[in-house]
């Protein structure tokens, strides 16, 4: 019995020297597998831990070691919040600015309720790539910061989606921004992108305070706070670079949030129930469809659809350039059965059209068949603008036309101009006339007046004496083309006589 009770305390010290894979602490972030190279690669992954098997002979483990080791726990998250509170690793931030956020959100349940609740939707994605990638969980808390995890968020810098992405930003990280769609909004590519640019940035500073920072400011601008501290003998913590406000309080808001995930009870707030289980699953797209379509099919409400599917701003999805969508997890099924099972016809009712020379909204719309107002209305164009050549416009689709190409779906864009151009017309001058009575009479400068007569503004005019002016018109529809030379240019042209037949 002594020998068989030697054998198995044996063998579980062997097991709890094994089972250290728990959740990285705040000392692991030095360990070079947190430390990926992503300055070189962006898209690199990291595995959080490493199997580890003894060599040798066995040897008990001794108190102290068995209290510095994390080990496995056996059960399973209860929910999402729990298995994000297992996988916080980065180091806390202690501070009046903490406490401050603290107080702020913990005064507003309402707005707390509202945000955890939309970030159930994206949550499990976010989770499940940061532990994929080995990254510390409180990432998955950053869009509450950015965007109240809202998809659809744009800031008055232009910045868009729940990881807020600047235009030149996304298309570093390749993200897509065109007539169709913009992939800054989207799930699962504005995660992929943020996480390469907080690995990125992590890889640059070996902060995870400093990447968000540098997330928040640009990178560009936290070197160069680092280098001025360093310059100084001052220190470089995310506490002591002097920072714009906004990125003062970005951390700190962070920190915030993850407190009171940790303890919601110490700060009166209660959490919707996430359960730790994907909110959603991809299903792959064969054919261009409209988005009421898809949402009808899926057996979903279009508001729900779209929430998925934020990426997507015409009436179309096409399929070359959104090869799949998302849908609720037991909702994708539905929606396989019920797409096969479609027999009523195309399931697109629009498509592209490229404008082939600039040309007027009216002069388009009667080459695709919509009124004037329709084609406005469908693709957002104001009043008074011309469609630039090689423009891409959302038409009606007829049943004989394919689907749009993986080009135009991948490049299109709409590019509009001002639709006032500028007419050569001559008046006479009356006998008391002056370059400024002319200029002013017809709403030009009198600079202008003189250049266009090749004369000074102090040159006095004779009666009946031609004077060349060039004036704004509004362009017309297309007509047939006219013997009249009258010339026809741009405002910002309008120096340079040209005779040539109006534009079509």
Not at 66 to 88: H, M
Not at 196 to 213: H, R, S, T, V
Not at 240 to 251: D, F, K, Q
Not at 310 to 330: C, E, Y
Request: positive net charge.
């Amino acid at each position: 019995m002594k020998l068989l009770s030697l054998v198995g305390l044996s063998a579980l010290l062997w097991l709890t020297g094994c089972a250290t894979v728990g959740p990285k602490t705040d000392a692991s972030l030095d360990a070079p597998a947190a430390r990926t190279d992503t300055a070189a690669k962006p898209g690199a992954t990291t595995t959080p831990h490493t199997a580890v098997y003894p060599r040798g002979s066995l040897q008990p483990i001794t108190a102290a070691e068995a209290s510095s080791r994390g080990v496995a726990q056996l059960k399973p998250p209860v929910d999402l919040w729990e298995r994000i509170r297992r996988g916080f690793a980065m180091p806390n931030l202690e501070s009046d600015l903490v406490s401050d956020r603290e107080q702020w959100y913990a005064t507003r349940p309402d707005y707390i309720q509202r945000m955890t609740e939309r970030s159930s939707k994206y949550l499990f994605h976010v989770v499940e790539e940061l532990e994929r990638r080995g990254m510390p969980t409180e990432l998955a808390l950053l869009p509450y910061i950015e965007s109240a995890f809202n998809p659809q968020a744009v800031s008055s810098a232009k910045a868009a989606g729940m990881w807020q992405f600047m235009p030149a930003t996304g298309n570093y990280f390749e993200l897509k921004q065109n007539l169709f769609r913009d992939d800054r909004r989207d799930v699962l590519a504005s995660t992929r992108a943020a996480l390469d640019y907080l690995q990125k940035l992590y890889g640059m500073f070996g902060d995870w305070q400093l990447a968000l920072a540098a997330y928040n400011w640009g990178e560009g601008s936290v070197s160069r706070a680092i280098a001025r501290n360093q310059k100084l003998g001052l220190g470089i913590s995310y506490s002591e670079l002097n920072m714009p406000a906004e990125t003062r309080l970005y951390v700190p808001k962070l920190q915030a949030v993850k407190n009171i995930i940790a303890n919601p009870d110490m700060f009166r707030t209660e959490l919707p129930l996430i359960e730790n289980h994907p909110y959603f699953q991809t299903v792959d797209l064969s054919h261009d469809i409209d988005v009421a379509l898809a949402a009808k099919l899926a057996d979903i409400r279009l508001e729900d659809f779209k929430a998925l599917n934020p990426s997507s701003h015409r009436p179309v999805i096409l399929a070359a350039g959104t090869p799949q969508i998302l849908l609720p997890w037991d909702n994708a099924n539905i929606f396989t059965r019920n797409l096969e099972a479609y027999k009523q016809g195309q399931y697109a009712s629009w498509t592209a059209w490229t404008a082939p020379s600039t040309m007027s909204v009216s002069a388009a719309a009667q080459q695709v068949g919509m009124s004037e107002y329709d084609l406005r209305s469908v693709n957002n164009i104001p009043p008074r603008m011309l469609i630039k050549a090689g423009s891409a416009l959302i038409v009606p689709r007829s049943a004989a036309m394919q689907d749009v190409s993986g080009k135009v779906a991948d490049t299109a864009y709409l590019s509009l101009a001002p639709e006032i151009v500028n007419r050569k017309t001559s008046v006479k001058a009356s006998k008391r006339d002056t370059v400024a009575s002319i200029a002013k009479r017809y709403g030009v400068t009198a600079s202008n007046v003189a250049d266009w007569n090749d004369i000074k503004t102090s040159t006095a005019l004779k009666a009946g004496q031609q004077v060349v002016l060039f004036l704004p018109v509004r362009l017309s529809a297309p007509k047939q083309r006219s013997s009249s030379t009258a010339q026809v240019v741009k405002s910002s042209q309008a120096k340079k006589v040209v005779k040539t037949p109006r534009k079509r």
